[in-house]
């Protein structure tokens, strides 16, 4: 169905017909010039008018709107689990040969009549349709958020998943898929029945523990069909047993936390494996070690609540604070300080400056110093001197008068990650009072959390942090954190989401900024089952980057044995591939030489197996069909599949719908339109010059 629409009114057309009968009268009606015999003048009247009544309606912008049916064929979405624990059971053989094939077959008949889309998902959800099984992790959950997102409003038929059930990341698919409203089929891979199985489930620790410090190591062990064995744990470090325990396996199913109490020596990066002994008759023996890697400091480090006079907040920061062993927090008053702030890592400057003491001296030592400050501003607050002190914020503020904000977060915040619950308990919580005028963030301020008052959000920072070279810095723009404190406890019987707050907001303060020439960059932690990319950085004088220069690397394994690489440059820095290493600690020298300058940087960084899947290997059927029965599907088994194809066949859902589409096409840009403009002209023009006229 065609039509023809224009934004005016029909009786334009009538303009449009006067004006080609004008402009073509004038040229050829009573003209004396034109020596043209009547048949021609007549002809080259007809040319001229609709050329120009054509070129007059397309000023009126008209438009063809045409209808255009649209057939959106069923799409059956395709996922298939890509894990290691698909192979790690006893038809490996049949999961790499036969069942591909048939899966391709069942793909190839309903291609026939609809459209099907294949994932593999595993570590990350992509596209495809030829599992390698290689993953360390099963995430279904990001499955179903990747076909939410990307299948909304279309004509979904039915979602096919192809897995063990067994999951080790992400949250559990039957929640994650509850709000799916199209049919979800599953076949079920894997064995369910239960082997003989030692093994350890899951290890508890502080990752960072301080010199001379004892902290427990809690293990959790299990073990399948085992009952009146003995389990025999081992914690070696540097190949070296240093505790053991044995217990005795008092059931089938048995279960049970052992603790290690571990005490910490020397500075840096440590190694420790747990072992379990092998049981008669166990045949997964990967589950059995366990590496675990501590980082060990040599001191705590010093925080600083200098205040102006007492006030619950400072009991309420320090306690939150206090929770972190890593943290030693000093409380201290403005009036009677007398102590070096370079003594501490951090000061947390309470109303201060204050309208009564401003403590100019101190401010500008810790700015001289580059010492990271939080500042928590109240109704002692001396604004004026506040904006000179802190560069990411300016507050123009009417003295004294202040306004009540609760916190909203501001979702694109990037210094550092907080989560989606603790953001929901803090937008909860009372408002804090904070000073009432114009707020202006400069370049460098990221903003936590917005002030939203009366229940609207502003555009005026609450908590906000300041970042540049050399300089950390942040402010809460009011004063009430006592009331946070008191009512998430009220509210949700703990004070999770304050304390993170705060812990997070000090650890991202603290965090030395490096401003060294040259740097290796390490990520800490690598898979060994990946390659180990380093990267470098070398700034000449003006701190531009610079990689004219060869930068030598010598790598020292847990056994002290020696490796030496050269980086290679890349882009404006360096690049070094050590390929893959075995599962240890390693400490790497570098050095390098710019001009008459030598540079050299030292560290280390860890190479840990992460084996989520070899773990557990019992497959979890249930889950599979709780999965299927709850959206209108069935489970099949991979000897079933014919049956799926059957059933699918015979769904309501699996039909084509209809679409009219209304399509638009500006008149005016129309090719043959425009042909017939150059035709008209065109000839008018050679009759005219061929038989001699003007």
């Avoid at 977060?409 to 937008?427: E, G, I, M, R």
Wanted: proline share 3%; aromatic share 12%; with cysteine.
């Amino acid at each position: 169905m065609t039509e023809l629409i224009f934004s005016y009114s029909w009786w334009t057309i009538l303009l449009v017909i006067f004006t080609g009968l004008v402009y073509a009268a004038i040229l050829y009606v009573k003209n004396p010039l034109n020596k043209l015999s009547y048949f021609l003048t007549v002809v080259l009247f007809i040319l001229r008018f609709f050329l120009v009544a054509l070129l007059s309606f397309l000023l009126l912008s008209p438009t063809i709107k045409t209808k255009k049916k649209q057939i959106e064929k069923p799409i059956i979405i395709f996922g298939q689990d890509n894990s290691r624990s698909i192979l790690m059971c006893k038809d490996s053989l049949y999961h790499t040969d036969t069942l591909i094939h048939r899966l391709a077959g069942l793909m190839t008949k309903l291609r026939q009549k609809n459209d099907v889309e294949s994932y593999i998902f595993g570590n990350k959800v992509k596209a495809g349709n030829h599992p390698d099984y290689s993953d360390n992790t099963s995430n279904y959950s990001d499955f179903f958020k990747n076909i939410k997102l990307n299948y909304i409003g279309l004509n979904v038929g039915a979602v096919i998943l192809v897995g063990d059930g067994i999951i080790n990341n992400g949250i559990d698919p039957v929640y994650s898929a509850s709000d799916i409203t199209y049919p979800i089929f599953t076949i079920a891979l894997g064995d369910t029945i239960q082997t003989k199985d030692i093994k350890i489930e899951d290890v508890r620790h502080n990752s960072i523990v301080y010199s001379g410090d004892i902290f427990p190591l809690e293990v959790s062990l299990s073990a399948n069909i085992l009952k009146g064995k003995k389990a025999f744990i081992k914690l070696l470090e540097n190949n070296k047993v240093i505790a053991q325990k044995e217990e005795l396996i008092s059931t089938d199913n048995y279960r049970k936390s052992v603790t290690f109490s571990v005490e910490t020596e020397n500075a840096g990066k440590r190694r420790y494996v747990l072992a379990v002994e092998p049981v008669t008759g166990e045949t997964n023996f990967e589950n059995n070690v366990r590496n675990i890697f501590i980082d060990v400091l040599n001191s705590r480090q010093k925080i600083l609540i200098l205040a102006y006079a007492p006030h619950p907040d400072v009991g309420a920061i320090k306690q939150s604070l206090s929770k972190n062993k890593n943290y030693q927090v000093e409380t201290e008053y403005i009036n009677s300080f007398n102590k070096d702030v370079n003594e501490f890592d951090l000061v947390i400057l309470h109303q201060l400056p204050s309208k009564k003491n401003a403590g100019i001296r101190l401010l500008k030592n810790l700015s001289d110093t580059e010492l990271p400050v939080l500042f928590i501003l109240g109704n002692q607050s001396q604004i004026s001197v506040f904006n000179n002190h802190f560069v990411g914020l300016n507050i123009s503020s009417a003295v004294g008068s202040t306004v009540s904000a609760q916190f909203e977060f501001n979702n694109t915040f990037a210094f550092f990650s907080f989560n989606d619950d603790f953001t929901t308990q803090l937008s909860s919580l009372p408002p804090l009072s904070v000073p009432l005028g114009n707020y202006s963030l400069a370049p460098g301020a990221e903003v936590f959390g917005w002030q939203r008052i009366n229940n609207i959000r502003t555009n005026f920072p609450l908590i906000a942090f300041y970042q540049n070279i050399g300089v950390k810095s942040g402010v809460i723009c009011g004063e009430g954190l006592w009331l946070w404190r008191m009512q998430d406890n009220l509210k949700y019987d703990n004070t999770l989401a304050i304390d993170a707050f705060l812990n997070k907001a000090v650890m991202f303060l603290i965090a030395n900024t490096d401003k060294r020439q040259f740097k290796i960059n390490t990520k800490g932690e690598y898979d060994c089952r990946l390659d180990v990319i380093l990267n470098a950085e070398l700034y000449n004088q003006s701190l531009e980057p610079d990689n004219s220069s060869e930068v030598r690397l010598t790598l020292t394994n847990e056994n002290n044995e020696k490796f030496n690489f050269v980086f290679s440059p890349y882009n404006d820095y360096y690049k070094l591939n050590l390929n893959k290493l075995p599962v240890g600690v390693y400490h790497y020298q570098s050095s390098v030489k710019l001009g008459k300058n030598n540079f050299d940087d030292s560290g280390e960084f860890i190479v840990q197996q992460l084996d989520n899947e070899s773990r557990n290997l019992n497959a979890d059927h249930n889950m599979l069909n709780r999965l299927a029965s709850e959206h209108d599907g069935e489970m099949y088994y991979p000897d079933n599949i014919n049956d799926l194809f059957t059933n699918l066949q015979g769904r309501n859902e699996m039909t084509s719908k209809i679409h009219y589409e209304d399509k638009f096409i500006a008149l005016n840009s129309v090719l043959y339109i425009l042909i017939l403009l150059i035709f008209l002209l065109s000839v008018e023009w050679f009759l005219r010059k061929f038989f001699g006229s003007y």
